[in-house]
């Protein structure tokens, strides 16, 4: 069955310390594969996506993304927090080769002191 | 500017009373779909719509209806709300249902159900 783990429902890091968010997924075929981010009373709004090439994958606001095969993982990353990037990330699997269904993870909030 | 738009944004109501929240967007989308946010539970798909008059359950579509009349709106209807519905509400849309394209999200309705 697909899935989509966020094994961390929270992390927090250091203004200018480099943040990880971890995601690992669970598909039967090839995988696309989303970041989002929310905001505090906003909807969600996309970050990153892998489709396929290479495995590191940049996006908005400095974030990217390494896409691990072998470890089924897709963890976002950023090498200098802001406090600004504290929100709500969510992880999203589509499987390209069962039912093309999005499946979210249950989300991490990340939060950056100053 | 494109967008999803959603009303209400925020609506208390009382068990029984039915009620419509809109979602429209501007970007001639054609899937369209709704989730329910809950704390630890991530984002829940409860209807799908893949065009004009075709319409899916998600994961969790027990109490909700929907109907996709016009490309542009997509309303989610609760002909009688009860309590276990209190929620975050969020309707996307996306060019289409497959691949890798990526889902724009409304700014969300918060539902409370007395």
């Known amino acids: 069955a697909q899935s989509v783990a966020q094994p961390e429902d929270q992390v927090n890091v250091a203004e200018g310390n480099p943040l990880t968010v971890k995601c690992t997924y669970s598909?039967?075929?090839?995988?696309?594969l989303f970041w989002y981010v929310q905001y505090p009373n906003r909807g969600l709004q996309f970050l990153l996506k892998y489709i396929t090439g290479d495995n590191l994958v940049k996006g908005s606001y400095g974030f990217e993304a390494e896409f691990n095969k072998s470890q089924t993982s897709f963890h976002l990353k950023k090498p200098s927090a802001l406090v600004s990037d504290s929100a709500l990330y969510f992880c999203a699997v589509r499987d390209r080769g069962n039912t093309d269904k999005l499946i979210f993870g249950t989300g991490t909030r990340l939060q950056v002191f100053p | 500017e494109a967008q999803v738009t959603q009303n209400p944004r925020y609506l208390i109501t009382v068990t029984g009373k039915k009620l419509t929240v809109t979602c429209s967007q501007n970007?001639?989308?054609?899937?369209m779909s709704w989730y329910r946010q809950d704390p630890g539970l991530g984002l829940r798909q409860i209807y799908y719509s893949m065009n004009v008059e075709v319409t899916d359950k998600g994961d969790v579509p027990e109490g909700y209806k929907v109907s996709r009349k016009e490309k542009r709106n997509f309303p989610l209807i609760l002909e009688s709300p009860s309590p276990n519905q209190t929620s975050l509400y969020f309707c996307?849309?996306?060019?289409?249902?497959?691949?890798?394209?990526?889902?724009?999200f409304g700014p969300g309705t918060r539902l409370t159900v007395l």
């Open positions: 598909v039967s075929g090839n995988p696309y």
């Open positions: 970007m001639n989308h054609e899937y």
């Open positions: 996307a849309s996306s060019p289409a249902w497959f691949g890798n394209n990526e889902q724009f």
